[in-house]
């Protein structure tokens, strides 16, 4: 079994910056690839990013390739996603998973997910 607890979400104002962290719990916690998904209002859930622990492996969806930069930091646990430039587009409920799909964009590869850290870009 694998925990997340996501934080860092907040109201910020359209070209700011925020961090959302994920923390993870679990005896075997470093054997998934870790991946930032989003849901918007009225809108399906999609992938942002993912990597692997080591750090050596690192996906984007390619709208936001460039302003999102995902990282992680094993010693704590956590897998943070650094989100510039941001955009009134960007609001939405996000979301940290664990998994080991074949295609990291996947939502059914991913088998933990965190409850969801609220972000909102006012314009």
């Known amino acids: 079994q694998v925990q997340l607890v996501e934080s860092g979400g907040g109201l910020v104002q359209a070209g700011g910056s925020l961090r959302l962290s994920c923390v993870a719990s679990?005896?075997?916690?470093?054997?998934?690839?870790m991946g930032w998904f989003r849901q918007a209002p009225g809108k399906e859930r999609e992938f942002v990013a993912a990597a692997t622990w080591s750090g050596d492996a690192t996906y984007y969806t390619d709208s936001m390739k460039g302003r999102f930069t995902i990282s992680s930091d094993n010693a704590k646990r956590t897998v943070y996603l650094q989100m510039n430039s941001l955009k009134p587009e960007d609001t939405a409920v996000y979301y940290c998973?664990?998994?080991?799909?074949?295609?990291?964009?996947?939502?059914?590869?991913?088998?933990?997910w965190g409850q969801g850290t609220q972000v909102t870009v006012s314009s």
């Open positions: 998973a664990a998994g080991n799909g074949v295609i990291p964009g996947i939502e059914l590869g991913y088998d933990y």
């Open positions: 679990g005896r075997t916690f470093s054997n998934y690839r």
